[in-house]
Every structure is written in C-alpha cells, then in structure tokens.
C-alpha cells in the first residue's frame, strides 16, 4: 500500500490542473535549491574552524602527557624523542626524598613539580642486606651507556670521583639513597613513609645528611596524583588506549548484533519483544555485576590504583575507586528500574505480538532489503567522523608547551655535563597547557 508523498491524495491545495496531479502523485517538477544559506555557512566555519583547532593539536599535542610525567630536564617518561631516549623509562621517580617532604610543608615556597625526579623502568626499593642509590642519567665523565646504567639498577655511586662522592652525601647528586621503599601508583613512584632501618644505618655510617621520616612524604606524592585535574587527564588518556575497544565493541560489534537483530524479525517475529526484552535485562545485570566485582565487593578482582606487583600489606586509595563505587551504585539503580519496566510492559508486549504490526515489519525488511543495506553506508561516513573528532579532542587535550617553572626554591644539584654543583637551574620542569586544558 503506497501511497502519495508531500501533498495530500485529494490534491487540496494544490491549485488543480496538472500542478495538483502531480502534486497529488507526490512528485516535484521545479528546480530544488538550497535555501538555508546562513547555516551552511556556519556549517562551513565549522568545518574550518575544527581543521584549524585540530590542526593545532595534532602538531603541539602529545597524548603521552596525560600518563606519564616530566623528569627534571623537561623529557616525557617513556618517550623514544627524550634526551636520553626514555621509550623503556616510562616511571617518573623522584630521588630527593627531603625535597619531596619539604614540598608537602605548608610555608614551603617549593612545589613537587621543583623536585628532581628521573624516569626509570620500575620503581626501586631498598636493599636488605646494605644502601643501594638511584644516579642520574649517565653522561659527561660517567662512561656509561643508558643500557647499561639500566643493567646496573641505575647504580654507579662506585665510578664517582670524591667531589661527586661528597655532594652525593649532601643529596646533591649525582647518586641518591634508596631509603624508602615506593609503587608505581599510575606511572609514579610513590614513597610509602616506611623507611628502611638497614639502608638509613649505612647512610648515617657514611655521613650522609639527615633525611626527613615524616608521613608527609607518602601524601605529598598521594595528592599530587589524586588531583582532580589529574584524575581528568587520566580518564580522557584512557579513551585514547582504549581505541581498539572502541572499534570493536563500539562500533563493529553493535552493527554487526543490528544486522542479526533486523534478521530476527524478519524470522522470528513472534518472539522478538521477549528475546529483546530478556537481553537488555540481562545486559544490564551484566554490567551491574562487572561494576560490582571492579568495586571489589563481589570476587577478588577489584580495580587498584598500582600498576604491576605490589606490597599486600599497603592499601593505596583514589578518586577513580571512589568514582566506580558510585557508578556501581547507579547502575543498581539503573538494574532496579529496568526489572520494574519490564514488567510494566508485558502486558503491552502481548498486545504487541497479537496485532499485525510487528508482521508488517517482518513484511517490509523482507520484500525491500535496501532497508538493510542503506543504514551502513552513513554508519561508516559517521564512524570516521567520530574518529576524527575523537582524536582532535585527546591531542588538543594535551596540547602545550614543557616550560620551567619559576619559583624561589633554594637547592643545588650535581651537574654532570658541566662537572660541578649548579645552583642555577633548580626549578623542575611543567606543561603549560592551552587556555582550555585544565592546568
């Protein structure tokens, strides 16, 4: 049953004669045009205005900022472009331990930004048995390659001449004690105030300088990753990671279940209100549980904030966790009313499967199966459009520039390259994001 499109079958309105036989038929004799001009102008600034913002993001954005930190010559851990190339060095680590509790302190003008932190492989810990430290990048006088002050443990306090020997016992560097033990908590190495009674005793022997035990060590570091900008960064450079995730389960996945689902109406009309409203519950239970066991109240899986192998007996906590219990007490919710909607509904389902509606359907996919193939052609146009937009917001996310910072901290450190104590380049090294990142 086809009938007239635009104008209605009686041709009321039409004006009669052939003009309203055609309108009547539904079809357009006059020349169509564009008649909207100033939204497709504004349509094209768009377009030139998200060319030139992406534009912009792809060549000063680096998604890496929003997971891995800044060593103190301005480097992205685990980056291939640094100096010395860090592609394996992905955890930032910081080697002062009294700047770090001095950067806790209230009337502190220094910021845990200013203290000196190196990239390494995993996050070191004490030795049991005597000191071990924690040197800079080899270079200068210290012939070493970055292989094999990696294969060293990052450990060539031995190859030190006495000058750097005596500023080391300053915490000046080059070489730094292991005193704490520390995590990678989300590609930090974070201190847990629990120092080692055996490394200290050797440090004093050695005449080291007093290092501070205060609890402020371990939440200083804590805070810093637990900011809520940072806490941001870290949810839009998961979106980024998860890209394959997205394609499949986001994308290939639904279009190909639609494709079954418009199938399966075409067969099995009859059943389809239950089979769809069974599956959609059942998702949903689905989901409420996998939330659940992440929050750790269901199984021994829950999500955690250290990355790799860690200390049983330390319990680090996080905004993400909390965010997920109460995303695991939404969809409860979400559960709850979705149980209380379908059974709403079963009466409406009954009358649905006894009408003729539903065999319509079933009629229509049958006989045009463009209805099937058409949807796919735009779906994909709109896939790439997504992507597109996908990856202009992460890079204009982290787009910026790796600038020092200026503060009044007073310190010195061992330079290397100029074989002597600079006092002169003590401020760390920070992004500077664009006006619309958060800091």
């Not at 005193?179 to 120092?195: E, G, H, L």
């Not at 909390?322 to 995303?327: M, P």
């Amino acid at each position: 049953m086809r009938g007239p499109l635009g104008r209605d079958a009686s041709g009321a309105g039409a004006g009669g004669g052939k003009g309203g036989d055609d309108a009547a038929a539904g079809i357009i004799r006059h020349d169509r045009k564009c008649r909207d001009l100033p939204f497709l102008a504004l349509f094209a600034a768009f377009w030139v205005a998200m060319i030139v913002n992406s534009s912009f993001g792809f060549n000063q954005g680096s998604p890496l900022r929003l997971t891995y930190g800044l060593d103190y010559k301005g480097n992205i851990c685990g980056s291939k472009h640094g100096d010395p190339d860090l592609s394996e060095l992905d955890v930032r680590y910081w080697v002062n331990p009294n700047q770090v509790y001095q950067s806790g302190l209230k009337n502190s003008t220094n910021d845990l930004a200013d203290a000196k932190a190196i990239c390494l492989m995993e996050c070191p810990y004490p030795a049991e048995d005597g000191l071990n430290f924690v040197c800079d990048y080899p270079e200068g006088d210290i012939r070493l390659s970055v292989d094999d002050w990696i294969d060293r443990d990052y450990d060539y306090f031995e190859y030190l001449t006495p000058d750097m020997r005596n500023s080391s016992l300053q915490l000046q560097g080059p070489c730094y004690p292991i005193i704490f033990p520390s995590i990678n908590v989300y590609w930090s190495c974070q201190f847990i105030a629990r120092p080692s009674n055996v490394s200290l005793k050797h440090w004093q022997q050695m005449g080291g300088v007093s290092i501070d035990e205060n609890m402020l060590i371990d939440k200083t570091i804590h805070n810093s990753i637990n900011y809520k900008s940072s806490v941001l960064k870290r949810y839009v450079a998961d979106i980024g990671k998860s890209w394959p995730v997205l394609i499949v389960c986001g994308g290939l996945l639904p279009l190909f279940l639609s494709l079954i689902w418009l199938a399966m109406i075409r067969y099995f009309v009859a059943g389809m209100p239950w089979i769809t409203v069974i599956l959609f519950n059942a998702l949903v239970v689905s989901v409420t549980m996998f939330f659940y066991i992440k929050a750790g109240w269901i199984g021994n899986d829950p999500l955690t904030v250290v990355i790799g192998p860690s200390d049983p007996y330390v319990s680090i906590g996080g905004r993400e966790i909390n965010h997920l219990h109460a995303a695991a007490v939404l969809m409860t919710v979400v559960m709850i009313i979705a149980f209380l909607t379908s059974i709403a509904l079963v009466r409406r389902i009954l009358i649905a499967t006894s009408t003729t509606v539903l065999k319509v359907a079933a009629k229509v996919i049958g006989e045009v199966h463009a209805l099937i193939i058409f949807p796919v052609v735009p779906y994909f146009a709109l896939a790439i459009i997504y992507m597109f937009w996908f990856a202009a917001t992460l890079y204009l996310f982290s787009s910026g520039q790796v600038l020092q910072n200026d503060c009044n901290a007073e310190c010195c450190s061992f330079d290397l390259k100029l074989g002597k104590v600079n006092c002169d380049s003590c401020c760390g090294m920070t992004y500077h994001f664009i006006p619309w990142c958060p800091p």
